[in-house]
C-alpha cells in the first residue's frame, strides 16, 4: 500500500510541514494562493459564470492568472491561480470548482496540496517534502501527484471580452410579451445601420419618444452607425424597432455594456466591472458576432437635435368668432315617427283603465312592483318601470313597463326622457345635450305623453312607489300585555340579621331529660 | 330571630317559599318546635298557605298539600338553624366549641323526620327543601386598596360598611359555594328529610338515598308526568338519569341467596372451620333496606324510558359517541329503552309499534331510530346486568 501523500491537519494544529501553510481563524490550513485545476476551456467559462453569478469577479480579477498547462502524465489542463482570502471565499471557490468539474488546491509558489473536505475538515499537510522541477506546478492530492507545466497564459480581461455570446429565447409574440421587456424596461439601447438612421429617428420622433444619440463609428465602417438611448421605451416601438433588419436592440448590463437582446454574455458583466478596462463602452453584437468598443464613454445627445424639422407653416390664434353667422343653423327638435324598437320603460294609463291596474299589480315579480313608481296626472296614471338610471348602471330584469299589457308604452330616448312608442326625437342629438336642451335637472324625468303635446317636466319628489301607493294599508292592534293574576315564584336570598354574643345561649347546658347521644342536645 | 313564630314564618319561611329575603338569625331550639306548633295549629297563615300553593303549583297544577304540622315546622326550623353556621357573625358569638356541637345535633334532631309515606306529605317537604337548595346569598363587594371584599350580606354594620357606603351587592348562588363542615354534614340530612327533592334533583341527593323512597309518586299518572318533565328541563338530562339509576340500582335489595348446607359440608369435613364464610351468605347485616315494590320500581323505570321519549320528542337525542367513558349508571339508563321488549307486557309501550295516523308516524319512526342507535352505543353486557337484575324484579315469572 502507498504511503499517504497527505496527512490530515488536526484541530488546533499550528505547525505545518509545507511551507506557507498556516491555520486561520477557524484553524483551517490555507496557503498563500489556490490553484484551480479545470480539464478544460469550458469548464473554465462554467467557472466563470458561476463564480460571477455569487460573487464579483472584481475581487478575484486583480490576482487571478490564467495559464494552459501540460501535464506530466499526458493531457493537458486550465489552471486559475489567485491569491487566497479568508477560509469561508476558498470555500466557495472550492464548491465552484467541483461544480465546473474541476479541484481547488490551496498553497503558494509551486506546491499546492488539496483544500478540506469532510475526512480533513482542517485541510491537509503535505505528509513527505515535495520538490517541484523548474516551470513546474505540483499539485499533492490524498492518493497522487500531479505536475503541470506551463504552456501558455491568458489574460483573463481578454478571455472575457473575447467569450461568445449565447442565444436565449425571445417570446414569440414579440418583446412586448416580456413582462420586463428583455431587460430594457428601464432603458433600451438601439444600436442603428447607416442608412436607417434617418427613418429610425422620423419614426420615434412622431411617436414622441424620449430619446437621446449620437453617431459612432464601428470597426472598421465606413459610415457611423447611429447608437440611440430610449429611456422607458413602450414595447409597441420596440416590438417595431426588433423586427427590422439593421436595427439592433441591446440591453444595459452595466454603466459600460450593453449586450443584445435574444443573447447572454456566459459572465455576469455587471459583476466584472474590472474586465472592461478603460472608460469605453462595450456592445456585446450577438447576430454580428462582434464586440464594439466604442472610444470613450458615450455622450449622447438629446433626440430634438438629431431630427431634422420640415414644417414651414405656423399656427394662428383664432381672432374672432362669428356668433351670428350660426343662426341660420338652428333649427328645431321634433318628434317623428321612427322605426327603431325600444324596451317601453313606462306606460300612461287612462283614469278609467286603473282598476285594471289593481289586478294587475298581483302578476308583477317583487322586483318590478319594488322598482315601478308612479305619477298620476290629468291625462292618466303614467307607470314608470323604474326611476331612469341616469347614466348610471341600469337595473336588470323585466320591468313594469313592460308586463303591464294596458295603456300607452313610452320609450326612453335619452336617459330620463320618454317618447311615445314608434316616435324618436328629430334630429338625433346627443343624450346628454338632449336633457340639457330640455332643461332638465339631475333626477328629472321629461316625458312625452302624446305626439304633438309639449313635454312634461317630472320631478323626483313627484314620483310615488307603485306598491306602496296600491296597496291598503294595514292595520295593526296593539298587542295586549296581560298582567299575571299572581305573582311569581322566585329564588329567596339569604341575609343575616346581626348575632348577638349569646345567641347561643341556652344550648350550653346538659339536658333535663338525662344523657343523649353524642352530638345531639339541646339546653 | 324574634321568638315568635309570626316573626319566624313572615321572615324565613315566606321567602323561602316566595323567593324574597330570607333573615338568618339567632338558632331555634327544639324546645321552641313544640312550643310553636300549638300555635302553629291555632293560628291562620293566609300568606303561608298561599305561598306554599304557589310553590307546589311548580310541579302540578293543583297539588294537594297538606296543613302545615309539627314536622314541617321542625323542618323549616332546622334549615334555619343550618344556615346559621355561615352567619358572618358566627366568630363574635360567646360560645365554646361544644355548644356548636350542641347546636348541630339539636338542628339535626330537627330535620330527621319519618320517611313521608304518602305523595301530599311528600310534595310539602319539597315545597321547603326544594327551595332551600336554589337559596341565593347576599354578598356585598366592598372595594379596598388591597383588592376588593367579599363578604355575606347583613344587617347595615355600625363599622366601614356604613362609613364607607360604597358596596355594591351581589347575589351568588348558595349550594355551590364552600360551606362549613356543620352544613356539609347537616344538608344530607336536610335532602334526606325530603325524598321528592333527592329525585327530582338526582345530582344533589345524598347517598344512600334512593328513588324507591318516593316511588309512590311516580305511581300516579300526573305526578309521574311532572317529575319526567322536571328531569327534561334540567341541562344535562343523561347525566340526571344516570344519576338516579345509579341510586336505584345500589338501593335494590338482594335476593336471598340459598344458604349452603351446614352438615356435611367440605369445609367441615376434616374439622377444619373456614375463617370466612361460604360464598354468598351474608357478611355483614344489611342496613336500612328500602321496600321495593315491583310496581314502585316499575313506575321508576317506565319514567326514566318516558325521559328517553320526552328527549326523542324534543329532537334533543344526541347521544354522545364516547360512550366507554360514561359512567355504569349513565350507561344503565341509556340502556332502558333497549329492555322494553321484556318490559312491555308489565309497563307497556311508549309508542304504538305502528302509527296509528300521519301525525305520529314520525314520532314512532324517531323512536324505532333511536332505539337502534342506542342499541349500537350501549354494550351488551350492560344490558344483560339489567336484564338480570332489574327486570326479574318487574315482570314476575308466569
Wanted: glycine content about 10%; aromatic content about 4%.
Amino acid at each position: 500500500m502507498p504511503n499517504a501523500l497527505l496527512e490530515p491537519v488536526a484541530a488546533g494544529q499550528t505547525r505545518f510541514r509545507m511551507q506557507g501553510l498556516v491555520s486561520d481563524a477557524r484553524g483551517i490550513a490555507i496557503g498563500r494562493e489556490v490553484l484551480v485545476v479545470l480539464p478544460s476551456i469550458d469548464a473554465l467559462v462554467s467557472f466563470l459564470g458561476a463564480y460571477s453569478d455569487e460573487a464579483s469577479l472584481d475581487d478575484l480579477v486583480p490576482t487571478m492568472t490564467l495559464e494552459q498547462a501540460q501535464r506530466s502524465g499526458g493531457g493537458h489542463a486550465t489552471l486559475i491561480r489567485c491569491g487566497s482570502g479568508d477560509g469561508y471565499a476558498v470555500d466557495r471557490l472550492a464548491r465552484l470548482a467541483t461544480t465546473a468539474r474541476g479541484q481547488l488546491y490551496t498553497g503558494g509558489g509551486a506546491v499546492f496540496v488539496r483544500w478540506r473536505e469532510r475526512e480533513a475538515p482542517f485541510g491537509y499537510d503535505l505528509a513527505v517534502a515535495l520538490q517541484p522541477g523548474r516551470d513546474e506546478v505540483i499539485v499533492a492530492d490524498v492518493d497522487f501527484l500531479g505536475r503541470y507545466t506551463t504552456t501558455h497564459r491568458m489574460d483573463p480581461v481578454d478571455l472575457i471580452q473575447r467569450l461568445e455570446l449565447r442565444p436565449v429565447p425571445i417570446p414569440l409574440g414579440g418583446v412586448s410579451r416580456d413582462p420586463e421587456l428583455c431587460g430594457l424596461k428601464e432603458m433600451a439601447l438601439v444600436l442603428v445601420a447607416p442608412a436607417l438612421a434617418h427613418r429610425v429617428l422620423r419614426y420615434l420622433w412622431r411617436m414622441e419618444m424620449p430619446m437621446a444619440g449620437y453617431y459612432a463609428r464601428l470597426g472598421n465602417d465606413t459610415q457611423s452607425s447611429l447608437l440611440l438611448r430610449l429611456r422607458q421605451p413602450r414595447a409597441r416601438a420596440l416590438d417595431v424597432l426588433s423586427q427590422v433588419p439593421g436595427i439592433e436592440l441591446l440591453a444595459p448590463v452595466s454603466s459600460r455594456a450593453a449586450v443584445e437582446i435574444g443573447w447572454r454574455h456566459p459572465v455576469q458583466l455587471a459583476s466584472a466591472q474590472s474586465c472592461l478596462p478603460g472608460d469605453e463602452m462595450f456592445l456585446f453584437r450577438g447576430r454580428a458576432g462582434r464586440v464594439e468598443r466604442l472610444d470613450g464613454p458615450p455622450r449622447f445627445v438629446d433626440g430634438r437635435h438629431l431630427v431634422e424639422s420640415t414644417v414651414g407653416v405656423r399656427l394662428r390664434e383664432i381672432g374672432q368668432m362669428r356668433d351670428g353667422d350660426l343662426e341660420v343653423l338652428r333649427v328645431e327638435l321634433r318628434m317623428r315617427p321612427g322605426a327603431l324598437a325600444r324596451e317601453p320603460r313606462a306606460v300612461v294609463i287612462d283614469w278609467d283603465q286603473v282598476p285594471m291596474l289593481r289586478h294587475l299589480v298581483y302578476m308583477l315579480p317583487p322586483a318590478a312592483l319594488a322598482a315601478a313608481r308612479i305619477v298620476p296626472l290629468e291625462q292618466g296614471l303614467v307607470v314608470l318601470a323604474a326611476p331612469s338610471a341616469l347614466g348610471r348602471a341600469t337595473p336588470t330584469g323585466l320591468g313594469a313597463g313592460l308586463l303591464l299589457p294596458i295603456g300607452r308604452r313610452l320609450g326612453e330616448v335619452a336617459p330620463g326622457v320618454l317618447v311615445p312608442d314608434g316616435h324618436e326625437l328629430w334630429p338625433r342629438v346627443r343624450p346628454a345635450l338632449l336633457r340639457h336642451l330640455l332643461g332638465l335637472q339631475a333626477e328629472d324625468h321629461a316625458l312625452y305623453l302624446a305626439p304633438d303635446t309639449d313635454p312634461i317636466r317630472v320631478r323626483p319628489e313627484q314620483l310615488r312607489p307603485l306598491d306602496a301607493a296600491v296597496v291598503g294599508r294595514l292595520a295593526l292592534e296593539d298587542a295586549a300585555i296581560v298582567t299575571p293574576d299572581l305573582p311569581a315564584v322566585g329564588v329567596g336570598t339569604i341575609r343575616n340579621q346581626r348575632l348577638s354574643r349569646f345567641a347561643l345561649w341556652g344550648f350550653g347546658g346538659l339536658p333535663a331529660g338525662g344523657p343523649r347521644p353524642v352530638g345531639e342536645g339541646e339546653g | 330571630m324574634a321568638r315568635d313564630l309570626r316573626a319566624f314564618v313572615t321572615e324565613f319561611v315566606v321567602p323561602l317559599l316566595a323567593g324574597a329575603d330570607v333573615w338568618v338569625g339567632k338558632p331555634l331550639r327544639p324546645r321552641d318546635r313544640d312550643e310553636w306548633a300549638a300555635e302553629l295549629g291555632g293560628t291562620s297563615f293566609p300568606e303561608l298557605d298561599f305561598w306554599r300553593l304557589r310553590r307546589g303549583q311548580l310541579l302540578a297544577a293543583h297539588p294537594e298539600l297538606p296543613a302545615p304540622d309539627h314536622d314541617e315546622l321542625g323542618l323549616w326550623m332546622g334549615l334555619h338553624n343550618l344556615l346559621v353556621f355561615e352567619h358572618p357573625d358566627r366568630q363574635r358569638v360567646w360560645a365554646r366549641e361544644v355548644t356548636w356541637r350542641r347546636l348541630e345535633g339539636a338542628t339535626r334532631t330537627l330535620l330527621t323526620l319519618p320517611a313521608p309515606e304518602d305523595v301530599p306529605t311528600l310534595v310539602a317537604r319539597h315545597l321547603s327543601v326544594g327551595a332551600f337548595v336554589d337559596l341565593m346569598r347576599a354578598e356585598v363587594i366592598v372595594p379596598t386598596a388591597v383588592g376588593e371584599i367579599r363578604m355575606p350580606a347583613r344587617e347595615p354594620a355600625r363599622r366601614f360598611l356604613r362609613a364607607g357606603g360604597a358596596g355594591r351587592e351581589q347575589s351568588v348562588p348558595w349550594l355551590p359555594q364552600n360551606h362549613a363542615p356543620e352544613v356539609e354534614r347537616l344538608l344530607e340530612d336536610a335532602l334526606r328529610a325530603s325524598p321528592l327533592t333527592c329525585l327530582l334533583r338526582p345530582l344533589l341527593a345524598p347517598a344512600g338515598s334512593s328513588p324507591l323512597q318516593a316511588a309512590v309518586m311516580l305511581r300516579e299518572r300526573g305526578w309521574a308526568r311532572a317529575v319526567c318533565h322536571a328531569w327534561a328541563r334540567q341541562k344535562d338530562w343523561m347525566t340526571t338519569g344516570g344519576a338516579v339509576m345509579s341510586a336505584l340500582l345500589p338501593s335494590l335489595p338482594r335476593a336471598p341467596a340459598p344458604l349452603p348446607a351446614a352438615a356435611g359440608g367440605a369445609g367441615s369435613a376434616g374439622g377444619v372451620v373456614a375463617a370466612l364464610p361460604a360464598a354468598g351468605a351474608l357478611l355483614a347485616l344489611p342496613g336500612a333496606v328500602v321496600p321495593c315494590d315491583p310496581h314502585d320500581l316499575g313506575a321508576i323505570i317506565a319514567s326514566l324510558i318516558h325521559l328517553h321519549l320526552l328527549k326523542v320528542l324534543e329532537l334533543d337525542t344526541r347521544v354522545g359517541l364516547a360512550l366507554g367513558s360514561r359512567e355504569p349508571g349513565v350507561l344503565a339508563f341509556l340502556a332502558l329503552p333497549l329492555l322494553l321488549p321484556q318490559l312491555a307486557s308489565e309497563l307497556g309501550e311508549p309508542v304504538p309499534a305502528v302509527a296509528s295516523d300521519a301525525t305520529a308516524a314520525p314520532v314512532v319512526r324517531r323512536w324505532t331510530e333511536y332505539v337502534d342507535h342506542l342499541a349500537e352505543l350501549v354494550p351488551r353486557s350492560v344490558v344483560e346486568n339489567l336484564l338480570a337484575t332489574v327486570v326479574g324484579r318487574i315482570v314476575q315469572p308466569a
